[in-house]
């Protein structure tokens, strides 16, 4: 089996201090950096930082961070989780991560997805019926921007282009382009279409659910023509010295976190039965970097991806138990996810 690409998304999540209130937005900001800069040291293949724009998570600028953190990395890729195209300009989009690879030495990538809030929406004046067509016209421009030294486009959102050639460009290697898709076949079939690299976003229930999607990404890359090309996950997790530490670091953040958003969308209240049947049959890779390690050979190879992203930060953890976190994942669950892998 080919070997496996193994990388770190974070939210930003607004953590708490020593003193066990909400940390202000910026030292959240500068903890990331550290955090990416541990991740590169002991290992990790990937580190993703996801644009949201709401009081719980504080990266709105993921490229901005990124390029904090590329000066002080060599390694390590740098990337979103996602960046939410339907609402920026594309070009502008493909101009940041341009000139991220360019001052990264090609180290850059980009998720691109709708976003699952919409907060940004409104803040940058576009309007939720618009959802669908925003993005899909969005994507299409961003892939020909990221293939094609000269762009002519035209669609229903934006101005049009004649052959512009948009600057920096990218080198002769490009860069890695992925799409988030959350579960809809329409969403599949999309990515193949734009010949970009799928990312499933699995957060909860049994990750195998998701073969049917592996499936017509690869049926339809056969009818359509298209190279097949790296399929991603993006799941959350945490690791601890232990399982039962894991689970026990882990569920006050969780309960938090999950508690904030059901009152939000009307969900009923996450309980720790349910947190426990996530952890043990689900997709929250929660507990001892074995324990971890087996559950994400497992997903890999039963869905046949390449590559797999923890989110390994949930609701206010503090910063310490993040880095221990870190720390564990790349210099014992990675090795060990490799050396299953490879039997």
């Not at 066990?20 to 991740?39: F, I």
């Not at 023509?225 to 969780?254: N, Q």
């Not at 564990?328 to 990675?334: D, R």
Request: charge should be negative; include cysteine.
């Amino acid at each position: 089996m080919p070997v496996i690409e193994l990388g770190l998304d974070t939210f930003g999540d607004v953590t708490l201090g020593a003193d066990g209130q909400p940390k202000p937005m910026d030292a959240v900001l500068r903890d990331v950096v550290a955090e990416a800069v541990l991740a590169d040291a002991v290992g990790v293949d990937f580190i993703g930082l996801g644009e949201h724009h709401r009081p719980d998570f504080a990266i709105s600028s993921p490229e901005i961070l990124l390029g904090a953190i590329a000066g002080q990395t060599s390694r390590i890729k740098l990337g979103t989780a996602v960046t939410v195209l339907s609402s920026d300009d594309p070009v502008r989009v493909f101009q940041r991560f341009s000139t991220l690879n360019a001052i990264s030495s090609g180290r850059a990538e980009v998720i691109l997805g709708r976003g699952s809030f919409t907060e940004s929406y409104p803040l940058f004046g576009y309007a939720l019926e618009d959802y669908d067509v925003l993005f899909e016209e969005k994507l299409d421009l961003f892939a020909k921007l990221a293939r094609e030294p000269k762009v002519t486009w035209s669609g229903q959102t934006r101005s049009g282009l004649k052959d512009q050639v948009v600057y920096p460009p990218l080198g002769a290697e490009g860069m890695g382009v992925w799409v988030g898709v959350g579960g809809s076949p329409e969403s599949v079939v999309r990515v193949v279409r734009q010949d970009l690299q799928l990312m499933l976003a699995i957060i909860g229930g049994d990750p195998r659910r998701f073969a049917p999607y592996v499936d017509l990404y690869q049926r339809a890359c056969a009818e359509l023509k298209r190279p097949v090309r790296p399929i991603g996950i993006h799941s959350p997790g945490f690791v601890a010295a232990t399982d039962e530490e894991a689970r026990e670091a882990l569920w006050p953040h969780y309960q938090t976190m999950f508690g904030r958003l059901g009152r939000e969308r009307g969900w009923p209240p996450v309980t720790k039965e349910r947190f426990i049947d996530e952890v043990e049959h689900g997709s929250l890779y929660v507990g001892s970097p074995e324990t971890v390690a087996r559950k994400i050979a497992a997903a890999v190879k039963d869905l046949g991806v390449q590559r797999f992203d923890m989110k390994y930060a949930t609701g206010p953890m503090p910063h310490g138990q993040l880095l221990e976190c870190i720390r564990l994942y790349g210099e014992l669950v990675i090795p060990m996810v490799r050396e299953i892998l490879a039997v």
